[in-house]
């Protein structure tokens, strides 16, 4: 993600909460302030140019021969009618009424009919010119010139009618908060559908719409797949374990009820050895499965102590040379004397001899198996190098998970309960340190464990 779409407020859940309550309160504010000026008188008077003044006396002037008020007013209706306005200033009356809009306020023309100079006044889409005093007889008039204004456009907020201003400032902010909740409750309708789906045993169902967002919805969305898919391969590898545990006791129960069965028809003690290795074999699987079930549930205290690593390295390789004597492999350990750590030697032994025994049992026949061990400041560099074919770059990081084989045939040579590189990370992890895996440029498979001295 680049940095200027960081500075993209869409790309957050919190951005686009504060734009659209801010767009809704600036529709609230705007609606507000159209209403107060619908509601305020929309009068306003200026300056009359002096020509025009001109113009308009000389045809008042016209009208001066009149004798009385009702007189003027036929002549007006009769020669132009809806054209002047009249006023009589000594009673302060509007003689002509019915040419002024209903709310407009009469009191402007009795207190201009007080001026002795013309103003120019409009109101909404009609414009007055006046006053121009008449003098007949013992009345005192005021006429003023109406005009029609051009009609103002439909989208003026001024121009619209208090109610249909109000209906169309309730309608925009009730579609702007009708968007904003179903952006957010869409996308998380989705994640609940998907996620009761899970939950019913279908472990493919995924989200795809929300985890396209970059926002927070899109993060919650992508971590949902992510765990459906952990849990997903969780399952799957535990189904398999059962099968391969099954398998796995199944054989050696086989062979020990075989052993049983001719030492009681031969009535002698040849089948011992055989029965008790077999009887060590469930021992041994039993074992990995208690070790990495404590381990995991973080209930395997750790009896720390200083001791030295070379040497328990050492009576790891003699223990298990036989096995590689046997198909001829070398093991060769590159370190210096005296590297201490503090750590339960018992826990790291059990995870370098699983590695080693990998090693061992993965490496051709006659081939080489290095273990090295550096100290790098404060912490200790072991790696396990064997010769052996690798592993497919995309499985180096599923090795360390539990139930996890490389290889799903069940023959002696790739049998497995998938626990022992899993084992060795819970261990590696409780004492603080880092493992990984990786292929070797010159082939075969490095394990690397980063520990901590202290």
């Known amino acids: 993600m680049t940095w200027l779409s960081r500075l993209n407020p869409f790309h957050y859940l919190a951005g686009r909460i504060f734009l659209w309550f801010w767009l809704v309160l600036l529709i609230a504010v705007f609606g507000t302030l159209a209403l107060s000026r619908a509601l305020v008188e929309q009068t306003e008077i200026r300056r009359l140019p002096h020509s025009i003044i001109q113009q308009l006396q000389q045809q008042v002037d016209q009208f001066a021969n009149s004798t009385d008020s009702q007189q003027l007013l036929a002549r007006l209706q009769q020669d132009k009618p809806g054209r002047w306005l009249l006023v009589n200033a000594d009673t302060n009356t509007v003689l002509t009424p019915e040419l002024l809009p209903r709310d407009f306020d009469q009191h402007w023309l009795t207190e201009l009919s007080q001026l002795s100079r013309a103003r120019w006044l409009k109101h909404h889409n009609m414009s007055l010119a006046g006053p121009f005093v008449l003098r007949l007889g013992n009345e005192t008039l005021a006429l003023y010139q109406k005009r029609q204004r051009p009609p103002q456009p439909w989208w003026r907020l001024s121009e619209m009618p208090q109610h249909v201003l109000l209906g169309l400032t309730l309608l925009v902010s009730a579609v702007a908060s009708f968007i904003l909740a179903v952006s957010i409750s869409r996308p998380l309708r989705e994640l609940l559908q998907r996620n009761l789906q899970f939950a019913d045993g279908k472990l493919q169902s995924r989200v795809t719409n929300l985890s396209k967002r970059q926002d927070e919805l899109g993060q919650l969305g992508r971590s949902f797949n992510t765990m459906a898919e952990r849990i997903s391969a969780l399952l799957t590898n535990q189904q398999r374990l059962l099968r391969d545990i099954s398998h796995e006791l199944r054989s050696p129960l086989a062979r020990a009820q075989l052993a049983l069965g001719l030492a009681e028809r031969q009535q002698n003690l040849e089948q011992v050895p055989r029965l008790k290795q077999e009887l060590d074999r469930l021992d041994a699987m039993l074992d990995e499965l208690l070790t990495f079930s404590k381990l995991d549930a973080g209930q395997y205290q750790l009896h720390k102590q200083p001791f030295d690593l070379p040497e328990l390295l050492t009576e790891i390789i003699e223990v298990n040379q036989v096995e590689a004597d046997a198909r001829q492999q070398t093991i060769n350990l590159h370190t210096s004397s005296g590297i201490q750590i503090y750590a339960d030697s018992r826990l790291l032994a059990r995870a370098v001899e699983n590695v080693l025994r990998n090693a061992i049992k993965y490496s051709p026949a006659a081939s080489m198996i290095n273990i090295s061990l550096l100290q790098q400041a404060n912490q200790l560099v072991l790696t396990i190098r064997d010769q052996g074919p690798g592993i497919a770059p995309e499985q180096l990081d599923a090795v360390f998970e539990p139930f996890y084989r490389v290889s799903s045939s ?34 075969g498979l490095c394990i690397t464990m980063h520990l901590p001295v202290k």
């Open 410 to 443: 069940r023959n002696s040579n790739t049998g497995g309960t998938g626990l022992g590189l899993a084992i060795v990370a819970q261990i590696v992890r409780q004492h603080g340190g880092q493992v990984r895996a990786e292929n070797s440029p010159q082939g």
